[in-house]
């Protein structure tokens, strides 16, 4: 696929000032870097971003590691100390520049800085400001670390996961952090519009909870229209408190298949050969409350054959089915790489590391970037540069 230039991305243009750290802030920032806009990451002097430091596993790349490289990508940086009467100076200068700033520090921090919401409109009326917390900015939760485990935890999304005898069940990446920064990005975005049309600036938030909240609107839908009944998740096969039998992944001789909803036990059953199931053909409720008993009469057969024997006989019924994939197999699938879904970028001219690209296309094309996430700092130089002799400009234009 072709890669569209930076010129024809929607937000080229755009300059956003990023307080963040960690994940959920740099994720939504990258996800408007990916789209045009120019992403300056302030970092602390000597330290940087604490992301710099959080290993996922012993890979280094250029002295960070992997998971900074991922959500840092085509971003620049400066290093800058909160605490420094002549930085924080430098930084609001920078701000009356920006069209966006982002930051995700507890509730407070960021305030006694100087650079909350208040203080920021006041240098430029018309920034978007966004800003993500743990557990928002009041009650007895806000002060609480916003680490993403936590935010599943409380959540209940760690207790919805599994099947009924299962121990609470944390899905395997930050999830919290992911839908936070991408919550964010949508209403970064819609704040920009906005600023378009009525030419207001904007404070737009959300938490880790919020958007964890709102990953389950779903099943919470259903839940507060039930009598608020508590869901009971299968015994056998769990994989969703509200969709009954087959709804699971089954065991097969060579792997796994995913079975989701059937239009038709009845169909289903006679085109695998199991028998036993007449009495629940003609009643869809049974499907939910007697899921165990059907679910391992489906599993007793489908662990007999191999992945592909059940695709075979079921794809072509229209039964909605799947085998289950590891990364080495998803990458080796013609549907994968028709979708040209990875990359190769680059820092210092020489360290080349792969990665994804973001999810979106662009009037047919990706969005791809080479550019990798930033050395400590690397920036300085030509941003605060390029600000002073600014300066020195305003000044002298002033003058005459």
Known sequence: MKVLPQDERPLNGLTIIDFSQFLSGPLCSLKLADLGARVIKVERPGVGDLCRYLYLTDTEIDGDNSLFHAINRNKESITADLRNDDDRAMLRELLKTADVMIQNFRPGVIERQGFGYDDVKKINPGIIYGSISGFGDEGPWKDLPGQDLLAQARSGLLWLTGSHDDPPTPMGLAVADMMAGNALAQGILAALVGRGINGRGAKVETSLLEAMIDFQFEVLTTHLNDGQRQPKRGGFNGAHAYLGA???????????????????????????????????????????????????????????????????????????????????????????????????????????????????????ATLKSPQAAPDLGQDNDRIYAAMTSAGESTEEGGSA
């Open 246 to 364: 087959p709804y699971g992944v089954y065991e097969t001789l060579d792997g796994h298949l995913a079975l989701a909803m059937t239009p038709s036990l009845k169909v289903l059953a006679q085109l695998l050969g199991v028998s036993g199931l007449e009495a629940y053909y003609d009643d869809k409720t049974v499907l939910l409350t007697h899921q165990d008993e059907i679910k391992r009469a489906l599993a007793d057969t489908i662990k007999t054959n191999t992945t592909a024997h059940w695709l075979a006989l079921l794809q072509p019924a229209d039964i909605w089915c799947s085998e289950v994939l590891e990364w080495a197999s998803m990458r080796e699938e013609e549907a994968y790489r028709m979708l040209d879904l990875e990359q190769v970028i680059s820092r210092n001219g020489s360290v080349t590391l792969n990665t994804v690209r973001s999810p979106l296309r662009v009037n047919d």
